[in-house]
């Protein structure tokens, strides 16, 4: 069953006899590459294992192309070396060709990553029973499409839920790479080519010589998966590691040192992707403490790793809450990113991508799309989102995020009032004409065997990898083949989970912060449990501005933060009056009395009381609907999720409970429905 888990959603699942009786398969596989550390050759045992597993037949895996109707797999260009014919229209990077019209199933990449993506789609089709003959090319969105992991080397996880790290123990690497391989095998699956395994909170020692070395076997250990590694640095890592009196990003000294240091990575790690960098943020070192730019500090990094062609993701999450002051009625963390970055579009080099938070605050339930992705239209950039559910439950809850991905990516910016919706137009790089760009996840899988603690929780793994990979599929397809393979194609598992995953993020919203308020929870601390009193008065500048008459973050230019004129010109406007902007984002932008009658026609103190009732009815009906999968699905997962979703709505009611009464006092305004106060 522990292996089960750690396939996730590879477990290829022998299909029923009806089903396996349609499927017309080749009789062998012919893998491109006989080298056993490629990815080529990986693809050929993976397809092997797939069909054996899902089907139930053993086919042989060969190198060479041969007469026999076989499922190739290779690249374009090694396959038409061989004298075979394809169709294949030119393809871009990583992208790949699937043909199963013919005798011979063609599954050919523009390079070998792009034909290992070929065989997880093909494989993905047959685990669902889907015998369908196709032909088709697929490209990504975008190039970069990156998981970070938050893990120290000490092997604890920052903001991690499944236990401890499968990279990093007593701050060195982990010997036995066997879980790094597998968690490679399941980020190649969903198309990710990239990882930073270490927390961007980055230790100095992890460029120990010892850790280098041991980073060079990690990296080892994905290639084949084509999973390259990439490292995040410490600013002051010259002078806490290197010894030297400064960490001047303009300082000969620590120029050299840091081309030192990656001269020294790249023995050990040739194809190393790139650095991140957070830096001047949360008490991290930067260039900001000796008056250089944060563009100097990241084009040093840039300049070290150019020869070797390497990137740097620079994180825009900079802001210093040692400045912030509520009392100060213009002050907003929410302008920290722009602030910082928008006079910086021509400063930076060509392989920086700047790594922007989905949101302008911190990866909460509600917000709007942060506006710097309109500024950088000569700077590379990604998006990061977050699969670890910091705020969202902490994978003790169940939440698809899915759709809240959906409402950043699908936004339209209107830059210059042209059509620039961010997954689409920005991230694909079309808008601004750029070749690096896409998207980060910070994802903190740990040695836990379901990886993120807990088995739905999955889903949002998987959905990253689709969204990174084509940001316009449907969050209900790509939830669907995620549930087909990980639970069969019973008709009424697919229903219910589609049903409870699709309501579970609104649920959340509901019974925790409503109407762009944000989360509600601990600010202080854990970032778990309600607590609407620390999300005032506190240092991190997020803010609710709550008082005995009113509430929200006055974001408005006209009367208060000017946040929302940090947006192109038609989405400022949109935002700056209360009758246009969405009730769903109102308290974001907007300070108003708990008496301001909203769009739905409610007040806002009656939507949160009635909202919250809402979401925990509707986490109290989940723990029902999964029982209805008694007997469908194994007794193990089964019988773990089910006591995850009845600990949720318990927990349900204990946000909307503290967070009803906590209102209901500080308002005094009654609950039209009586469910509220003091009886
Ligand atoms: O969301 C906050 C987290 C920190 C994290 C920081 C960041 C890694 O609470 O744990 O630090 O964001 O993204 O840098």
């Known amino acids: 069953a522990a292996e089960d888990g750690l396939n996730a959603w590879l477990r290829y699942a022998r299909l029923p006899d009806n089903i396996i009786r349609q499927a017309e398969i080749p009789s062998n596989i012919v893998s491109l590459n006989s080298t056993e550390t490629s990815p080529v050759y990986v693809a050929g045992l993976e397809l092997q294992k797939g069909i054996n597993g899902a089907l139930g037949k053993t086919l042989d895996v ?28 030119e393809l871009e990077e990583d992208g790949f060709w699937l043909d199963t019209k013919g005798k011979t199933v063609q599954i050919l990449g523009q390079n070998e990553r792009g034909a290992l993506y070929g065989a997880f789609e093909y494989l993905s089709m047959l685990a669902q029973g889907n015998f369908t003959k196709v032909a088709y090319a697929t490209n990504p969105s975008a190039s970069i499409r990156w998981v970070n992991q938050w893990d120290n080397m000490d092997g604890t996880i920052e903001r ?88 001047d990003p303009l300082d000969k000294s620590v120029i050299t040192w840091w081309n030192d240091q990656t001269a020294k990575l790249y023995k050990h790690i040739p ?52 400045n912030l002051n509520e009392s100060n009625w213009k002050d907003d963390r929410a302008n920290a990113a722009v602030d910082h970055f928008r006079h910086l579009d021509d400063e930076f080099d060509d392989n920086i991508v700047v790594q922007v ?14 506006p710097l992705f309109a500024h950088l239209r000569n700077t590379a950039s990604a998006i990061e989102l977050q699969v670890t559910q910091e705020y969202l439950g902490q994978q003790c809850h169940l939440a698809y995020l899915a759709p809240l ?69 449907d969050e209900v397809v790509i939830l669907q083949d995620w549930t087909r393979l990980t639970y069969g194609l019973n008709r009424k598992v697919l229903d ?19 109407l762009g308020v944000q989360t509600l929870t601990d600010i202080t601390y854990n970032h778990y449990g309600p607590n609407p009193q620390s999300m005032d008065n506190n240092p991190w500048g997020q803010w609710t501005r709550a008082d005995s008459d009113s509430i929200g973050m006055d974001r408005t230019v006209w009367n208060g933060t000017g946040f929302s004129g940090q947006y192109p010109s038609e989405v400022a406007a949109q935002f700056e009056s209360i009758e246009t902007t969405p009730d769903d984002l109102l308290l974001w932008f907007h300070h108003v009395p708990y008496t301001h009658i909203l769009k739905s026609g409610k007040t806002v103190i009656q939507h949160f009381y009635d ?69």
């Open 271 to 322: 194809d190393m992707a790139g650095y991140l960098v957070k830096a001047n943020s949360e008490g991290q070192p930067g260039p900001l403490t000796y008056n250089r730019t944060l563009a100097e500090g990241a084009n040093l990094f840039a300049k070290a790793i150019k020869p070797y062609g390497g990137i740097v993701m620079f994180r825009a999450f900079v802001y210093d809450y040692q």
């Open 611 to 679: 909202a919250h009732y809402d979401g925990a009815e509707t986490a109290a009906s989940f723990p029902k609907k999964w029982t209805s999968l008694k007997g469908l699905i194994d007794k193990q997962r089964f019988e773990e999720m089910l006591f995850r979703l009845e600990y949720q709505a318990g927990h349900a009611i204990v946000w909307r409970d503290s967070i009803v009464q906590f209102y209901n006092n500080v308002s005094g305004i009654p609950d039209a429905a009586g469910r509220v106060g003091h009886h």
């Open 62 to 89: 060969t190198h060479k192309s041969n007469k026999r109707s076989s499922i190739v797999v290779g690249t374009v260009d090694a396959f038409t070396a061989a004298g075979g014919k394809t169709n294949a229209p």
């Open 405 to 473: 991905w959906k409402t950043i990516l699908d936004f339209d910016l209107r830059v210059d009032g042209e059509k620039s919706v961010i997954g689409e137009d920005v991230l694909s790089g079309k808008r601004f004409n750029k070749t690096l760009s896409g998207y980060a996840a910070v994802v903190n899988v740990g040695q836990n065997t379901t990886w993120l603690g807990t088995h739905l929780a999955m889903s949002n793994l998987y959905a990253y990898g689709r969204i990174a990979w084509d940001p316009t599929v």
């Open 160 to 247: 991690g839920y499944a236990g401890l790290s499968i990279f990093f123990k007593n701050n060195t690497t982990i010997a036995n790479t066997t879980r790094v391989a597998e968690y490679a095998r399941l980020l190649a699956s969903i198309r990710i080519n990239g990882i930073v395994a270490n927390n961007v909170n980055a230790n100095p020692i992890t460029l120990s010589d010892e850790n280098m070395a041991g980073l060079g076997k990690i990296a080892d250990a994905m290639r084949p998966w084509g999973v390259r590694l990439g490292l995040s640095l410490n600013f002051a890592s010259p002078q806490t590691l290197g010894g030297l009196s400064t960490f």
């Open 496 to 514: 219910t989970i589609t049903d409870m995953s699709m309501q579970s993020w609104e649920a959340y919203e509901n019974y925790t912060g409503n």
């Open 357 to 370: 938070k989905y949101g302008p605050i911190d990866f909460q339930a509600r917000e709007p799309a942060s």
